[in-house]
């Protein structure tokens, strides 16, 4: 399926937030928010999320300095 993550589309076989958050990597950092389709989706339905064709994905990493 093709999703656009950050503007710039993707090729997945992933079926859920969970799953293209880790085949992008990020899934295990602390510090990540997702948004799909401008709708933020809690880490805690990150596994139950469902992506369509065409979503949408914004992916946030809290940064830390001054």
């Known amino acids: 399926m093709r999703v656009t ?3 710039e589309p ?3 076989a992933a079926r859920t937030l ?6 992008l990597g990020v899934a295990q950092e ?3 928010a997702a948004a799909v389709d401008d709708q933020v989706v809690p ?3 990150w596994s139950a999320h469902a ?4 979503a949408r994905v914004l992916v ?3 940064a830390q300095g001054g």
Do not use: F
Request: negative net charge.
């Open 51 to 54: 992506l369509a064709d065409g």
């Open 43 to 45: 880490r805690s339905r």
């Open 60 to 62: 946030i990493r809290a």
């Open 30 to 32: 602390p510090a990540v």
């Open 10 to 12: 993707k090729e997945t």
């Open 5 to 7: 993550v950050n503007d």
């Open 18 to 23: 969970a799953d293209l958050l880790a085949e």
